[in-house]
């Protein structure tokens, strides 16, 4: 992927409104771009680097690193969901994240998400993954899928909290996690 384009994110479909929490704590989801791949970039940077702290390499390197790294990744959940939302996390405006999320068929999918180490805390995540459960109980999908990586047990708690059961491994790495709307 290196100093090759990155491939294009789908067009932007329109999406539920927000609940007024998020809308009154100035949070939005404007469609991600091309132009917000430096700043998309920047963001996985900053939540990959503690990872590489005792890596012996110099800083620059690292940071090629990851820059290659979310290359590569943007690549496979463009390629992998083109039918995909590929939403930003504003607050009054300014990124602090990425929602991604695939809702094109029965089983829908959070794709990622990922918010600013000083935006993670406060309930942004959790009420946008309610959001989505939400969306995709009006909508009527059969399921909600994620995987989250085994080495990340506080974003597993977050999805055991919000009803998602382990349904098995994705990889070595990263567990699958399903939900299931609650029908009358």
Do not use: Y
């Given at each position: 992927m290196t100093g090759g384009a990155l491939p294009r994110f789908p067009a932007p479909r329109a999406i539920p409104a927000?609940?007024?929490?998020?809308?009154?704590?100035?949070?939005?989801?404007?469609?991600?771009?091309?132009?917000?791949?430096?700043?998309?970039?920047?963001?996985?940077?900053?939540?990959?680097?503690?990872?590489?702290?005792?890596?012996?390499?110099?800083?620059?390197?690292?940071?090629?690193?990851?820059?290659?790294?979310?290359?590569?990744?943007?690549?496979?959940?463009?390629?992998?969901?083109?039918?995909?939302?590929?939403?930003?996390?504003?607050?009054?405006?300014?990124a602090i994240g990425r929602f991604y999320f695939d809702r094109s068929g029965p089983e829908w999918a959070l794709i990622e998400i990922l918010l600013a180490a000083e935006s993670q805390g406060g309930g942004i995540g959790t009420a946008l993954v309610r959001w989505l459960q939400q969306a995709a109980t009006d909508a009527g999908a059969e399921r909600l899928r994620l995987s989250v990586a085994y080495q990340n047990p506080r974003a597993q708690a977050l999805y055991r909290r919000l009803g998602f059961e382990e349904a098995g491994d994705v990889a070595s790495t990263h567990l699958a996690m399903l939900w299931q709307p609650i029908r009358p």
């Open positions: 927000l609940p007024e929490a998020l809308q009154a704590q100035g949070i939005g989801l404007p469609p991600a771009g091309e132009s917000d791949l430096p700043r998309l970039t920047e963001l996985h940077a900053a939540s990959q680097m503690p990872g590489l702290v005792f890596a012996p390499w110099p800083l620059t390197q690292k940071r090629a690193f990851l820059a290659e790294q979310f290359a590569l990744q943007h690549a496979h959940f463009v390629k992998a969901h083109r039918k995909g939302d590929f939403r930003l996390v504003h607050r009054h405006g300014t």
